[in-house]
């Protein structure tokens, strides 16, 4: 856990607050519209009795389907320090509900508040609000990165958008202009965003694909993402420069 130690929230910015379990220790939860209040009840000493969550750190959290127990997992990234710049480290917890009706009614109020849902206090059910799953499509070139750009991508990248509740559909390119081709012809409309695992090459396949489109005045228009697995990743880079 973290310090400082934090405030407790006031019960007008209380969206949603209930009591949950680990094997150490019993906590109060309380949701606001910007972070996770999270209480330890039985403090130990020693150990920090407060963590807050910023939503910001957040990339998602999921309730197990039965026969699992009724957990509320919370999956977030937050950021330490390192030589140069700052480096994220993936952190879950796991909180075990009264019910699975409350475990997924706290799921479903952290999605919709990443989702940019509005929630307050007297909504009810936040499920029926969820807008569906975000749709991805993933470009793999596996040859990039010595040919660990598969491997990076099945360990670094797929659990992290599970977890983040995005659905996606996984291509490996096979050939030169594969990328290129497939942008060409696919429906866009399908597709939330194109994410490029791979070196700076298959991002140029992509975006030429793009303008070779009959509509590529709309096309061009398409979120289109890149995640370094390449030799040398100065496209990448630079975007992160100027991004900040």
């Not at 020693?46 to 999956?75: D, F, H, I, M, T």
């Not at 390119?173 to 597709?191: D, V, Y």
Request: contains cysteine; aromatic residues 4%.
């Amino acid at each position: 856990m973290r310090s400082p130690e934090p405030s407790s929230p006031s019960p007008a910015e209380a969206l949603l607050h209930g009591q949950f379990a680990t094997p150490a220790s019993n906590y109060a939860l309380t949701l606001t519209h910007t972070h996770i209040h999270i209480q330890r009840l039985s403090p130990r000493p020693g150990k920090e009795a407060r963590l807050l969550l910023p939503l910001l750190e957040l990339v998602g959290c999921s309730c197990p389907r039965s026969p699992a127990p009724p957990l509320l997992v919370l999956y977030w990234y937050p950021p330490g320090k390192r030589r140069k710049g700052v480096s994220r480290r993936r952190q879950v917890r796991a909180y075990l509900a009264e019910s699975r009706a409350e475990a997924e009614r706290w799921s479903a109020a952290v999605q919709c508040l990443l989702r940019g849902v509005t929630v307050t206090a007297n909504t009810g059910e936040c499920i029926s609000l969820l807008p569906r799953p975000r749709r991805l499509l993933l470009l793999v070139n596996p040859f990039s990165g010595r040919g660990q750009a598969m491997q990076w991508c099945q360990t670094q990248i797929l659990p992290m958008i599970r977890e983040s509740n995005i659905s996606y559909n996984l291509i490996q390119t096979e050939r030169q202009n594969h990328a290129r081709e497939l942008i060409r012809e696919i429906s866009l409309p399908e597709w939330d965003g194109i994410i490029i695992v791979s070196g700076d090459g298959l991002l140029h396949e992509v975006i030429n694909g793009l303008m070779e489109r009959s509509d590529w005045e709309q096309a061009i228009k398409t979120p289109v993402g890149i995640l370094p697995c390449g030799s040398g990743n100065a496209l990448a880079g630079s975007i992160n420069h100027h991004a900040g």
